[in-house]
């Protein structure tokens, strides 16, 4: 069974870093689009970053010029550095995968990691 784990989430002060990574495990041939999403308290998820298979990334307008997203194919791992933290990004960080090739020849569609905790002190 493939899963998504995300590690790296805690309490930060405002205008510190964070890095958050996610690591798929299981059987894998390949992931091709990686993403992270992020869910406050009464709010609705939103797209923090995504990064395709070729490097191409995609950022949400509030983290553009503060946060960079990267990964490495050979580990089917997505990493999430997050710099100049203001109270707002205070959320659970959600790791996706869109679709990934699983052994087998089997396709795992919208594949959600656990979340993690990322909370940001003013």
């Known amino acids: 069974q493939v899963q998504l784990v995300e590690s790296g989430g805690g309490l930060v002060q405002a205008g510190g870093s964070l890095r958050l990574s996610c690591s798929a495990s299981g059987r894998i041939f390949g992931i091709i689009d990686m993403g992270w999403y992020r869910q406050a308290p009464g709010k609705q998820r939103e797209l923090v970053a995504q990064i395709t298979g070729g490097g191409m990334t995609k950022y949400g307008d509030s983290v553009k010029g503060r946060f960079t997203i990267s990964r490495e194919n050979a580990k089917n791992t997505v990493y999430l550095a997050m710099n100049s933290l203001k109270p707002e990004d205070t959320a659970v960080y959600y790791c996706?995968?869109?679709?990934?090739?699983?052994?087998?020849?089997?396709?795992?569609?919208?594949?959600w990691g656990q979340g993690t905790q990322v909370t940001v002190s003013s």
């Open positions: 996706n995968a869109p679709l990934i090739f699983a052994a087998g020849g089997r396709f795992e569609y919208d594949v």
